[in-house]
């Protein structure tokens, strides 16, 4: 060690959340400050983007059929499937109340022209065309569609409802093969392990891509769009706030998990939500908290994708606002009865169609035209819209994370001591070394060794105690 690195002293290593934090402030910055290169920075954030897709489709694969098969009770997975949509569909009801409600007392449409259309004419013909088949998008539809025709479709669209179904089959199956699905298993265990490994380099383009992500918002419409905008988004961030005490925080009140110590272990897959207003940015890495945090292998990997279909609580509760946003600036009233009708079409509508491009838009889209509400108020919302999907993506984001602990704890299977070790020292140590998605369910663990593996074991086992500690 020469004289000057000892005369220097070691800076501190940053945590990802700070470097997040520290790219999006970059990004804001670069926005007002110089925004053609803001908007010249883009690509690096649709990099980044493509590179959490490209993961997601084996990472899911991998660790839904190893917890699944793992377990080795296939009547779980049926209580699993009906528990897990109960919850769905009340917390999007709730949600879709809760916007409603908001639109019916801010009345944040009050005010606006629908002249503000004419700036997004040309999004607004591509929203239309994906509403049209929208429109005629029921219930049979969404169960149909979830069955793919080939899971390498699946994979490449990213289409993660079916990529669930495929695999919930496919574990059962490798359940039913009994010794001879074993190989196949490990095979998938390891798989995961280096997926999960695959997710940490990922997201140590983090901060790079959220940083490209904000600057090219900014630097393309300015701040000063949230100042037009400002009853708009105001409401819909009250709304929101009001969904999460009153919603999120009394489950979680309910199921005895502390909602604040929840909110701080997904900090970071929250910004990255956040800041990117993507969803499947912050998949990977709130999958791998919520594990370490207590909730089972099982019950994550099929619970948090699954709600990326089914339980987009931010989403939802948007739809509801923005409809009678549309209609307030219209000038058009809405009875409690037209109102409920509504509600129950975007029950329908929002779910299954997470893969449609600028999907909640297109769905507001097609509500709109099935009332009887102009379609230009989708254009009028276009100027502000990432502004809102980040807030309703951090809610959906929130959301499913509240879920996959409320079915955890209502399986019996939520373990409060792995909760209250998350984020100590040991816990971040081990958590480095190991990921605790490559970790075998209890059912695994519990199996007999044979002679060899407890032979290396032994082995294994002297070997480690006779290396002297530092």
């Known amino acids: 060690m020469t004289l000057l690195s000892k005369a220097i002293p070691k800076l501190p290593k940053l945590s990802l959340t700070v470097q997040i934090f520290i790219g999006l402030i970059l990004g ?6 110089a925004p053609t ?25 991998s660790t839904l059929v190893v917890g699944i098969a793992g377990a080795g009770d296939k009547k779980k997975v049926g209580s699993l499937g009906v528990k897990t949509i109960v919850y769905f569909e009340i917390a999007t009801t709730v949600a879709l109340a809760i916007g409603l409600l908001a639109g019916n007392f801010l009345k944040p449409g009050e005010g606006f022209s629908l002249g503000l259309a004419g700036n997004n004419a040309a999004e607004l013909a591509q929203i239309t065309q994906n509403a049209g088949v929208v429109a005629h998008h029921g219930f049979m539809d969404t169960f149909v569609g979830m069955v793919p025709t080939s899971i390498v479709q699946a994979m490449s669209e990213g289409n993660v409802l079916q990529i669930v179904v495929f695999s919930v089959f496919f574990a059962l199956a490798i359940m039913a093969a009994g010794d001879k699905g074993k190989p196949v298993l490990k095979g998938l265990e390891a798989l995961g392990e280096v997926m999960f490994k695959f997710v940490g380099y990922v997201m140590a383009f983090a901060p790079l891509g959220v940083f490209a992500s904000i600057a090219s918002v900014i630097g393309s419409h300015g701040l000063g769009i949230l100042a037009t905008y400002a009853k708009l988004t105001g409401s819909l961030y009250l709304a929101l706030a ?28 929250f910004l990255i939500a956040f800041s990117t207003a993507n969803s499947e940015s912050a998949l990977p890495k709130a999958m791998s908290i919520m594990e ?3 909730v089972p292998k099982h019950i994550v990997s099929f619970v948090m994708p699954t709600g990326y279909s089914f339980n987009l609580d931010g989403s939802t509760l948007y739809l509801a606002l923005a409809t009678l946003f549309v209609a307030q600036m219209a000038g058009m009233e809405l009875d409690f009865g037209k109102q409920l009708l509504i509600m129950g079409t975007l029950m329908l509508t929002s779910k299954g169609v997470a893969a449609v491009p600028r999907a909640s838009l297109v769905i507001l889209a097609s509500t709109l ?15 502000v819209d990432h ?28 373990d409060d001591k792995k909760m209250r070790r998350f984020g100590s020292a040991e816990e971040e140590a081990e ?23 407890s032979i290396d074991l032994s082995v294994a086992t002297a070997f480690r105690n006779s290396v002297p500690t530092a």
């Open 369 to 383: 035209t099935q009332f009887g509400l102009p379609i230009e108020g989708v254009a009028v919302i276009l100027g």
């Open 242 to 269: 009001v969904f999460v005490l009153l919603v999120l925080v009394t489950t979680c009140s309910i199921i005895k998990v502390p909602f604040l110590r929840m909110l701080s272990a997904i900090r970071e897959p």
């Open 292 to 294: 370490r945090f207590g």
């Open 387 to 414: 502004f809102l999907d980040m807030g309703r993506t951090s809610v959906n984001l929130v959301g499913n994370c509240v879920a996959t602990a409320v079915v955890a704890r209502w399986e019996g299977q939520f």
């Open 28 to 33: 804001v910055l670069l926005g007002v400050v």
């Open 431 to 453: 958590a480095a070394l190991v990921p605790e998605s490559s970790q075998p369910d209890a059912s695994i663990c519990k199996q007999p060794l044979n002679k060899e593996e």
């Open 37 to 61: 290169w803001a908007v010249a920075v883009k690509p690096l954030s649709t990099m980044f983007l493509h590179m959490i897709k490209m993961l997601i489709a084996p990472l899911l694969f």
